[in-house]
């Protein structure tokens, strides 16, 4: 009996040291590019993600000694897409908050309003993610994984379709680098309609065409069509410091009168902590400034128009503020449809006064409108600390 409890004494000393030695060996930096491998995020049996690696040789007389590239990443296999926002003001992977579900009709409506797209599933989408540098010039401080500077921290949304159905998953990459490896967590994955988000398939490019002099023109994509109707709200972050600064909204105008028309009116919102600047036009009345090409605005004019009443900066409290630009009548014959510009938005971009990472900054942004397709959305131009002079560029 005492051997038997000896023996187990024994055992679980050990347990300790082996632990830190298996732990030790998984940690170590990988050497090469490991083995391809294959997941499956939406868990109907078939593989959608592919990690695997490349090397890229590099040639650089600069750098004797430095032959190039060990890459490590992940690649989308055939029937596979992932949604991305496409909009003039959002160009870019769309990010699933970390405490939000996949919410499929609040996804349908982004996709059917042509706020949100696929990738082309028939197509590899790759996310390049670590690196190695190799060579007889690389020393034991520069060796080991590093990031590429293209990951995407966050939660992406992957669509799936294949003889089994169509599925959607909500995944995150996981880099426990320097040691060269890539994870994949699925966050959250179900089963829905086969069709689903067809609508924002990437639209075919048009052919080349052959004019009356044999000259070929350029390849041109076709007007995006954007349906009418009330649209989810589209977030807008202008400088990138991670606060939404606008919204792009929808309302409806109702008619008033036996032949007026109902219209979906689209245009823009700031959110609290956000301002445009206002001047006061003919007879009073207030309106958006404008700051046009070659003119700026100094912190001296600014500073002169606010004490005299000529500016003023507008915010979204307490009332909301919307500045419409875009109008859709939704009565009328099927000719006459379509959307218009509301006004000029195209006279000068706009001026607002924001915060970045709590500094007061002051910015000119310009409307992108495409009609009668209505795409619309913001670009910002130049964005300068309150105090400095402001200029488009």
Same mark, same amino acid.
């Given at each position: 009996m005492?051997?038997?409890?000896?023996?187990?004494?024994v055992v679980?000393t050990a347990?300790?040291?082996?632990?830190?030695?298996?732990?030790?060996?998984?940690e170590?930096?990988?050497?090469?590019?490991?083995?391809d491998?294959?997941?499956?995020?939406?868990?109907d049996?078939?593989?959608?993600?592919?990690?695997?690696?490349?090397t890229v040789?590099i040639?650089?007389?600069?750098?004797p000694?430095?032959?190039?590239?060990h890459?490590?990443?992940?690649?989308?296999?055939s029937?596979?897409?992932?949604l991305?926002?496409?909009?003039p003001?959002?160009?870019?992977?769309?990010d699933?908050?970390?405490?939000?579900h996949l919410?499929?009709?609040?996804l349908?409506?982004?996709?059917?309003?042509?706020q949100l797209?696929?990738t082309?599933?028939?197509h590899?989408?790759?996310?390049?993610?670590?690196?190695?540098p190799?060579?007889?010039a690389?020393?034991?401080?520069?060796d080991?994984?590093?990031?590429t500077?293209?990951h995407?921290d966050?939660t992406?949304?992957?669509?799936?379709?294949?003889e089994?159905g169509?599925?959607?998953?909500a995944?995150?990459?996981e880099l426990?680098?320097?040691?060269g490896r890539v994870?994949?967590k699925?966050?959250e994955?179900?089963?829905?309609?086969?069709?689903?988000g067809?609508?924002?398939?990437?639209?075919?490019?048009?052919?080349k065409?052959?004019?009356e002099?044999?000259?070929r023109?350029e390849?041109?994509?076709p007007?995006?069509l954007?349906p009418?109707g009330?649209?989810p709200?589209?977030r807008?972050?202008?400088n990138?410091?991670?606060?939404?600064?606008?919204l792009?909204?929808?309302?409806l105008?109702?008619g008033?009168?036996e032949h007026?028309?109902?219209?979906?009116?689209?245009?823009?919102?700031?959110l609290p902590g956000?301002?445009f600047?206002?001047t006061?036009e003919?007879?009073g009345v207030?309106g958006?400034?404008?700051? &046009?090409d070659?003119?700026v !605005? @100094?912190p001296e004019r600014?500073a002169?128009? /606010?004490?005299? +009443?000529l *500016?003023?900066? =507008?915010n979204a409290?307490p009332?909301?503020?919307f500045?419409?630009v875009? &109008?859709?009548?939704?009565? !009328? @014959?099927?000719?006459?449809?379509?959307?218009s /510009?509301v006004? +000029?938005? *195209?006279?000068? =971009?706009?001026?607002y006064r924001?915060?970045?990472?709590?500094r007061?900054i002051?910015?000119?942004?310009?409307?992108?409108?495409?009609?009668p397709?209505?795409?619309?959305?913001?670009?910002?131009?130049?964005?300068?600390?309150?105090?400095?002079?402001?200029?488009v560029?």
């Amino acid at each position: 009996m005492s051997l038997r409890w000896s023996s187990t004494f024994v055992v679980l000393t050990a347990l300790p040291a082996f632990a830190q030695h298996v732990r030790e060996h998984v940690e170590r930096v990988i050497q090469g590019i490991p083995p391809d491998e294959y997941v499956d995020v939406t868990g109907d049996g078939r593989a959608d993600l592919l990690i695997t690696g490349r090397t890229v040789h590099i040639t650089d007389p600069q750098q004797p000694g430095f032959m190039g590239l060990h890459k490590l990443g992940v690649r989308t296999l055939s029937g596979n897409a992932i949604l991305m926002w496409n909009t003039p003001s959002n160009q870019r992977w769309f990010d699933l908050a970390d405490s939000v579900h996949l919410d499929t009709a609040d996804l349908a409506a982004r996709v059917h309003f042509k706020q949100l797209s696929w990738t082309d599933e028939d197509h590899p989408t790759e996310f390049w993610l670590l690196e190695r540098p190799f060579g007889p010039a690389i020393g034991k401080d520069q060796d080991g994984w590093y990031g590429t500077g293209e990951h995407v921290d966050g939660t992406l949304v992957l669509r799936s379709v294949n003889e089994r159905g169509t599925s959607i998953a909500a995944f995150a990459f996981e880099l426990p680098y320097p040691y060269g490896r890539v994870a994949i967590k699925v966050k959250e994955a179900v089963l829905v309609p086969n069709g689903f988000g067809e609508e924002g398939d990437p639209i075919p490019i048009r052919p080349k065409v052959v004019d009356e002099f044999d000259l070929r023109q350029e390849a041109s994509e076709p007007q995006v069509l954007v349906p009418p109707g009330i649209a989810p709200d589209e977030r807008v972050n202008l400088n990138a410091d991670e606060v939404d600064d606008l919204l792009i909204t929808t309302t409806l105008e109702e008619g008033h009168g036996e032949h007026t028309s109902h219209a979906f009116v689209r245009g823009l919102s700031p959110l609290p902590g956000t301002e445009f600047l206002m001047t006061r036009e003919r007879w009073g009345v207030r309106g958006l400034f404008r700051l &046009r090409d070659e003119e700026v !605005l @100094s912190p001296e004019r600014l500073a002169t128009g /606010l004490r005299s +009443d000529l *500016f003023v900066w =507008a915010n979204a409290d307490p009332a909301r503020m919307f500045i419409p630009v875009m &109008r859709y009548p939704v009565n !009328l @014959s099927e000719q006459e449809r379509g959307w218009s /510009l509301v006004g +000029d938005p *195209f006279d000068g =971009a706009l001026v607002y006064r924001t915060k970045e990472y709590g500094r007061q900054i002051i910015g000119a942004l310009e409307i992108i409108a495409e009609t009668p397709g209505g795409r619309f959305g913001v670009r910002p131009r130049s964005w300068v600390e309150e105090g400095q002079v402001l200029e488009v560029r």
